[in-house]
């Protein structure tokens, strides 16, 4: 079984800065891809930034400029630097993330969510 814990979330005032952190436990052979996901009150989940297990990445084009994803693949982790945070990016934050088990077993998995509230 794996296990992925968020925290980092809260509230902030427009304009300040969080940084979120997600970190998977339990049976993990390694890990590819980690993604950090949001969803709104009454919106669709949508992909906000992604990162490979070579560091490359890719963000939602609401959080470029603003928002910075990375991992440390040793510790099983992934951060979201989130700064210049507008009231639009209140959201319940998720982390997923592709994990080997084994080397042949694969599984998708998600976090229990933590919530971003930023005042305007």
């Known amino acids: 079984q794996v296990h992925l814990v968020e925290s980092g979330g809260g509230l902030v005032q427009a304009g300040g800065s969080l940084r979120l952190s997600c970190a998977a436990s339990?049976?993990?052979?390694?890990?590819?891809?980690m993604d950090w996901y949001r969803q709104a009150p009454g919106k669709q989940r949508e992909l906000v930034a992604h990162?490979?297990?070579?560091?490359?990445?890719n963000y939602a084009d609401s959080v470029k400029g603003r928002f910075t994803i990375s991992r440390d693949n040793a510790k099983n982790t992934v951060w979201l630097q989130m700064n210049s945070l507008k009231a639009e990016d209140t959201a319940v934050y998720y982390c997923?993330?592709?994990?080997?088990?084994?080397?042949?077993?694969?599984?998708?998995?998600w976090g229990q969510g933590t919530q971003v509230t930023v005042s305007s």
């Open positions: 990162i490979t297990n070579s560091g490359r990445t």
């Open positions: 997923n993330a592709d994990v080997y088990t084994a080397s042949t077993m694969f599984g998708n998995y």
């Open positions: 339990g049976r993990i052979f390694s890990i590819n891809a």
